[in-house]
T-cell receptor, first 115, second 112 residues
Framework: AQSVTQLGSHVSVSEGALVLLRCNYS??????LFWYVQYPNQGLQLLLK??????LVKGINGFEAEFKKSETSFHLTKPSAHMSDAAEYFC?????????????FGKGTMLLVSP | NAGVTQTPKFQVLKTGQSMTLQCAQD?????MSWYRQDPGMGLRLIHY???????DQGEVPNGYNVSRSTTEDFPLRLLSAAPSQTSVYFC???????????FGQGTRLTVV
């Protein structure tokens, strides 16, 4: 079974609209959850992470995500999209395999922002 | 701080050639990993290391070799390049288990 699933390979929004990128994880993995962003021809940059504590996590560039254990979800949101948010976004978990030492990634969601 | 540095940024190889992708980190991280990124596949783990002298296979290890003689360096060797190894390769490091990884800028490899 997939450790992490991202719904939608592409999401299109208008500038100023709400951004919602969906991520569901397997209940068999511990709740160490991450969102990364990748701009064209660049490496991955950490947006935000959940490990313990408050379930609403704030990240860089106005993004936030809420850990919902009952729904095994960690959806990424931003109230108002900017053109500069256009990028690919990856949700990631740390499964117990390999001693919790590596990340497993979803297949990614490309965010397209139109003027 | 340079973080995670990968070289080269771009490489074209002929089928059957071998090469080494370099990765170095200056954050004194124990954990290092290599991933490949292919369209629609996300990032898949090739090999990883939890410390100098310790390496292990990930999801897609065939055709690749690694070694970790120092904490800082984690090179990835392609033994005999195949067109299926055309991909973007990322090196990552993390401080300890259950923590985020820091990524290099990637190496775009084309095998013809």
């Amino acid at each position: 079974a997939q450790s992490v699933t991202q719904l939608g390979s592409h999401v299109s929004v208008s500038e100023g609209a709400l951004v919602l990128l969906r991520c569901n994880y397997s209940s068999s993995v511990p709740p160490y959850l991450f969102w990364y962003v990748q701009y064209p021809n660049q490496g991955l940059q950490l947006l935000l992470k959940y490990t313990t504590g408050a379930t609403l996590v704030k990240g860089i560039n106005g993004f936030e995500a809420e850990f919902k254990k009952s729904e095994t979800s960690f959806h990424l949101t931003k109230p108002s999209a900017h053109m500069s948010d256009a990028a690919e976004y990856f949700c990631a978990v740390i499964p117990p395999a390999r001693g919790y030492s590596t990340l497993t990634f979803g297949k990614g969601t490309m965010l397209l922002v139109s003027p | 701080n340079a973080g995670v540095t990968q070289t080269p940024k771009f490489q074209v190889l002929k089928t059957g050639q071998s090469m080494t992708l370099q990765c170095a980190q200056d954050m004194n991280h124990e954990y290092m990993s290599w991933y490949r990124q292919d369209p629609g596949m996300g990032l898949r783990l090739i090999h990883y290391s939890v410390g100098a002298g310790i390496t292990d296979q990930g999801e897609v290890p065939n055709g690749y070799n690694v070694s970790r003689s120092t904490t800082e360096d984690f090179p990835l060797r392609l033994l005999s390049a195949a067109p299926s190894q055309t991909s973007v390769y990322f090196c990552a490091s993390s401080f300890r288990r259950n923590t985020e990884a820091f990524f290099g800028q990637g190496t775009r490899l084309t095998v013809v």
